[in-house]
């Protein structure tokens, strides 16, 4: 039995090459500003959130009203996958997994003064 296929015409958009600009000297000085700012907030959340969790840990109870607080405890296990592979199947096998296996990549913006 012959199949058949149906084509489905659509519309591609045409690319459009992004117009080259200057990275300007304030826009870098704003990401290190915001930067610095991000870390002094990170640290005040730390900071106010251990008090909580000692607080808690201590048998503290939470103020009533809108917001609530509680521990959460989970755990995770994590297996070394190369040493149960080199175990359980050879140092070849595991070799050749490596060499097959395409590394992830990350693109990160630095910036620095």
Not at 11 to 35: C, F, G, N
Not at 90 to 106: C, E
């Amino acid at each position: 039995m012959a199949s058949a296929h149906k084509s489905i015409p659509f519309a591609v958009p045409p690319q459009v090459s992004p117009k080259i600009q200057t990275v300007t000297q304030d826009k870098l000085a704003l990401i290190i500003t915001l930067r610095h700012e991000i870390e002094q907030l990170e640290q005040q959340l730390g900071e106010a959130q251990t008090d909580v969790k000692y607080a808690l840990e201590s048998g503290a109870e939470v103020e009533a009203g809108l917001f609530r607080a509680s521990l959460k405890i989970s755990s995770r296990k994590n297996v070394s996958w190369k040493s149960v592979c080199e175990r359980e199947l050879g140092d070849d096998y595991t070799k050749r997994v490596l060499a097959a296996t395409k590394p992830d990549q990350y693109v990160h913006l630095v910036v620095t003064a």
